[in-house]
């Protein structure tokens, strides 16, 4: 079945730089992509997705990118702001119902 | 704008004893799916819900958990017989069309002692 690798577990940088976050993904039969932030005790909030006909996608400071082939979409944050702290998880979608497939998440620190 | 809301928040039970998690889909959408999280783990799928019935099922979910629409408002999940490794965030989550945004729930912690 799906597996969805996600990298780093950890991210630490400093404010105002930028924040990368790569995942994998197994079944080549995947087409949706979205991401998700999660704050402590709180339901994941949807800040960006992407589907297979798409390489890149950019919303403000927030963007991801598609490599089919490859297998792999990663979030790209820039300019990082204190209120990105969270932890964010990738996840594909698999089966006719579109269920998601979650990465382990990374938890992004942003330093002041 | 309108979300899903699920109740209750907490819940504690024990080992044994069954559960009902109660979840309110956003008013428009037609696709239902629940999904856990374990403190610390990432977010598992259980199950998908369309046309009422099941449309898929993971290995978690098994003859132990059912899930029923038993209103037009209404999604629950129901554990007949928890055990302690149930114990997790329960998250609810809903979709306007297949192929569409999926949108969560504040969840359920449910702890099973």
């Known amino acids: 079945g799906e597996n969805v690798e996600q990298h780093p577990s950890t991210l630490s940088v400093q404010e105002g730089d930028s924040a990368v976050i790569k995942c994998t993904y197994s079944?080549?039969?995947?087409?949706?992509f979205p991401w998700y932030k999660q704050e402590l005790g709180k339901r994941p909030q949807l800040i960006i997705d992407?589907?297979?006909n798409v390489g890149e996608k950019k919303d403000q400071r927030i963007a991801v990118t598609l490599n089919k082939t490859a297998k792999h979409f990663s979030l790209h944050i820039t300019e990082t702001q204190p209120e990105d702290s969270a932890v964010y998880f990738c996840a594909a979608s698999i089966g006719s119902n579109y269920q998601l497939i979650w990465g382990a998440g990374t938890k992004l620190i942003i330093k002041p | 704008e309108p979300e899903v809301t699920q109740t209750p928040s907490h819940q504690v039970t024990q080992m044994g004893q069954e559960v009902i998690l109660r979840c309110v889909p956003i008013s428009n959408h037609l696709y239902f799916y629940w999904y856990r999280q374990i403190l610390g783990q990432k977010v598992e799928f259980l199950v998908s819900?369309?046309?009422?019935?099941?449309?898929?099922k993971s290995e978690i979910f098994d003859d132990q958990f059912s899930v029923e629409r038993p209103d037009g408002s209404n999604f629950t999940l129901k554990i007949r017989s928890t055990k302690l490794e149930d114990s997790a965030m329960y998250f609810c989550?809903?979709?306007?069309?297949?192929?569409?945004?999926?949108?969560f729930g504040p969840g359920t912690r449910l702890l099973v002692l």
């Open positions: 992407i589907r297979s």
């Open positions: 819900f369309y046309n009422n019935e099941i449309s898929e």
């Open positions: 989550a809903s979709s306007e069309a297949n192929q569409e945004t999926q949108y």
């Open positions: 079944d080549s039969a995947s087409n949706y």
